[in-house]
Nanobody, 119 residues
Framework: QVQLVESGGGSVQSGGSLRLSCAAS????????MGWYRQAPGNERNMVAQ???????IYADSVKGRFTISRDSAKNTVYLQMNNLKPEDTAVYYCNARRRIFGKEYSSWGQGTQVTVSS
């Protein structure tokens, strides 16, 4: 069973910053595209940012210029630096590892970490 361990959530005021971390096993980290998703109450889970195993990054329009995703191969960890946070960023944030093995796609999720931004 793939284990993704998240940390770094919390409560901040509007304009503040947080950094989320997600640690994975080495083999999973090396072959996976890593991403962060978020889900607010009553809403669907949506992609926030992704970084492929090759280093290409993708961001949701709502976070471009404010959030930065990065991966540290030495620590098998993906980070989400969140700056200039807004109340609408409030959600549970989930780490995701997606990989394709012999043509079949696998996706694993972390347990989620709460981010709350107050105005």
């Amino acid at each position: 069973q793939v284990q993704l361990v998240e940390s770094g959530g919390g409560s901040v005021q509007s304009g503040g910053s947080l950094r989320l971390s997600c640690a994975a096993s080495e083999i999973i980290f090396r072959i996976s595209d890593m991403g962060w998703y978020r889900q607010a109450p009553g809403n669907e889970r949506n992609m926030v940012a992704q970084v492929t195993f090759g280093g290409t990054t993708i961001y949701a329009d709502s976070v471009k210029g404010r959030f930065t995703i990065s991966r540290d191969s030495a620590k098998n960890t993906v980070y989400l630096q969140m700056n200039n946070l807004k109340p609408e960023d409030t959600a549970v944030y989930y780490c995701n590892a997606r990989r394709r093995i012999f043509g079949k796609e696998y996706s694993s999720w972390g347990q989620g970490t709460q981010v709350t931004v107050s105005s």
